[in-house]
């Protein structure tokens, strides 16, 4: 029984990497963010169905001490007409984020999003959900800039 349990111990450290390694590798051209949509749907549901997102968040970091809260980051793809329909409900003014993604974890989405986006915003919109967020729409690509203080809470 000793000689199991020193086997096993000694080959996770062998393990790990490889597991790590596979993960990374399966990951593919993704980098180092989400692309899934669901839980940014259900984070903002006024933005309707999302075609596709690239977003990261405070806990995705292999670090010995991630941060105590949750914040997510990143751009994701209206629906064709959507931002039209938020346009036409809601007051909207000019205006970007005041930083390019300044955060230790959101090094991967720094030169991602649309090209010379012109940034519009509606405060009403940053203050329909349960938590701090704030959102940035550009017109001519129907993509969203997002970033949410504990969406899930």
Known sequence: MERRK??????????????????KVSDGDRGDWHTDTA?????????????????????????????PELVISGFARLAPGRLAE????????SGGPADDFSSWFEKP??????????WIRSPELDRDGTSPAE?????????????????YA
């Open 86 to 93: 938020l346009t036409a409900a809601h007051a909207f003014v």
């Open 39 to 67: 839980p940014l749907e259900r984070t903002f549901p006024l933005l309707g169905p999302l075609s596709d997102a690239k977003w990261v968040s405070s806990r995705d970091d292999d670090r010995a001490l991630s941060s």
């Open 135 to 151: 959102l940035w729409f550009d017109r001519r690509s129907g993509t969203v800039r997002f970033w949410a203080l504990d969406p």
């Open 6 to 23: 020193l086997i096993g111990i000694g080959a996770r450290p062998a393990v790990l990497p490889a597991w790590w390694a596979l993960d």
């Open 109 to 118: 989405l720094r030169g991602e999003g649309p090209e010379n986006p012109q």
